[in-house]
């Protein structure tokens, strides 16, 4: 994107981060792999890495921003978020499906739909949910949409959610919803089949689905909130977790739904990024003590001031 996106999906594998960054990059044309975050000599009683080795991979696939974590086998991850890649030709979607689908499992098989020409869903080797779209003639201004899938007790709550996401962040909008009508199934007439939404400028989707799943949103994948001043990790913090979400550790955090959110300043990657190990050793004690992230303290930390005695005060508190 020739903008940097504000919200980007941050994705949670085993100890396949840059395995499945490279993997990715190679399956979509105008991709690159960019920044990796090693892990240094602290934090391994909590992530278990070698120093050395990739705790995050940042990647980009048709101009979109991934990050890949090396989180250990704690989460997995469920179609209750998937991946629409908006495809310019049929054959287009079956190349992408042909690769994404070696080693994985369809979830809606590869063929012609009431809604497209050309649509298959899949869970790729590492479980990972990609729906594959020939678009036709409609207009396409995002070729890679998160979608969030609304089950179990949160059926029905698809609008609810994308109210909520919308009034809290900027430059959002409520796009084309399409709703169940009478005798859909187990779908409650007037719930969402699909709609589309824009928060910070870059469009979601979501829908409700009162089928039989046993799965729902969890940690695997998150959406990392980069953030400027304190400010604005105050105001997404609180705003997130407002109604009944859950405050995390090291900037997570869940909504009201069980979505993951990371709400992160942006001067921490070039922190954790320093040649210097002694700065990057001293930011990680700083930031792992946290809930909420502090900018001071990892600025106080990272000049080597009294970031860590102030960590420890903010956990007390």
């Not at 919200?7 to 990715?24: C, K, N, V």
Request: proline fraction near 3%.
């Amino acid at each position: 994107m020739t903008a940097r996106q504000r919200i980007t999906p941050s994705l949670w594998f085993d100890r396949q981060a840059e395995e499945s960054a490279r993997l990715y990059t190679s399956i979509f044309k105008e991709s690159r792999i960019g920044n990796i975050v090693r892990a240094g000599s602290e934090g391994r009683e909590v992530h278990g890495l070698p120093a050395g080795t990739p705790m995050t991979v940042e990647f980009e696939v048709w101009g979109h921003r991934f990050i890949a974590i090396n989180g250990g086998p704690i989460f997995k991850f469920t179609p209750a978020v998937s991946f629409l890649v908006a495809c310019d030709t049929r054959e287009q979607v079956d190349a992408l499906w042909d690769r994404l689908a070696q080693g994985g499992m369809a979830l809606m098989e590869l063929g012609r739909y009431p809604f497209s020409e050309r649509y298959g869903w899949v869970q790729d080797r590492y479980g990972l949910s990609w729906q594959v779209m020939f678009m036709g003639d409609r207009p396409v201004s995002q070729r890679i949409t998160p979608t969030l899938m609304f089950v179990g007790e949160l059926c029905g709550k698809a609008e609810e959610a994308i109210r909520f996401y919308t009034a809290l962040f900027r430059r959002a909008s409520v796009g084309d919803t399409v709703r169940y009508g009478a005798g859909e199934g187990r779908d409650k007439e007037g719930t969402i089949k699909h709609a589309s939404f824009t928060i910070e400028g870059q469009e979601f989707a979501a829908m409700d689905s009162a089928l039989e799943h046993l799965f729902s949103f969890n940690e695997a994948i998150s959406f990392l909130i980069e953030c400027e001043t304190q400010g604005e990790i105050d105001y997404y913090w609180e705003g997130l977790i407002a109604g009944g979400g859950q405050e995390g550790v090291c900037g997570w955090l869940k909504d009201r739904f069980g979505v993951s959110w990371q709400v992160v300043p942006g001067v921490l990657d070039s922190m954790l990024l320093d040649p210097d190990p002694e700065k990057v050793s001293r930011v990680t004690r700083a930031f792992m003590s946290m809930k909420k992230f502090d900018i001071g303290v990892l600025e106080e930390a990272y000049k080597g001031k009294s970031g860590q005695s102030k960590a420890a005060e903010e956990k007390k508190r």
